[in-house]
């Protein structure tokens, strides 16, 4: 078998996780995974998406209102939603 030598080009990988097309495959996700708490939830106005930049592009869908809350503690709504989109859950922090 041949031998391969790859090299990492770091400045690229930044470049494309900070493109355009990044960001809106981040921002689409994220409206959908809101679009499917909405539905779910009986305060839909509760559910905010924020786009942020890192070491890439993302975003974050919370919900802001106690009871909804709540439902994510119960029923995982938040959870839920991601999964169904086929998105990695991960706890903050890990």
Do not use: C, N
Not at 44 to 58: F, K, L
Not at 66 to 72: I, L, N
């Amino acid at each position: 078998m041949a031998e391969v030598e790859f090299v990492l080009d770091a400045a690229g990988v930044r470049e494309v996780l900070h493109s355009p097309e990044v960001r809106a495959m981040v921002d689409q996700a994220a409206e959908q995974i809101a679009e499917r708490v909405r539905a779910g939830v009986r305060a839909p106005e509760a559910v905010q998406v924020d786009a942020y930049s890192t070491d890439r592009e993302a975003a974050r869908v919370t919900v802001t209102d106690v009871r909804a809350m709540a439902w994510q503690a119960r029923d995982g709504v938040l959870t839920r939603a991601a999964a169904a989109i086929g998105a990695d859950v991960k706890e903050r922090g890990r």
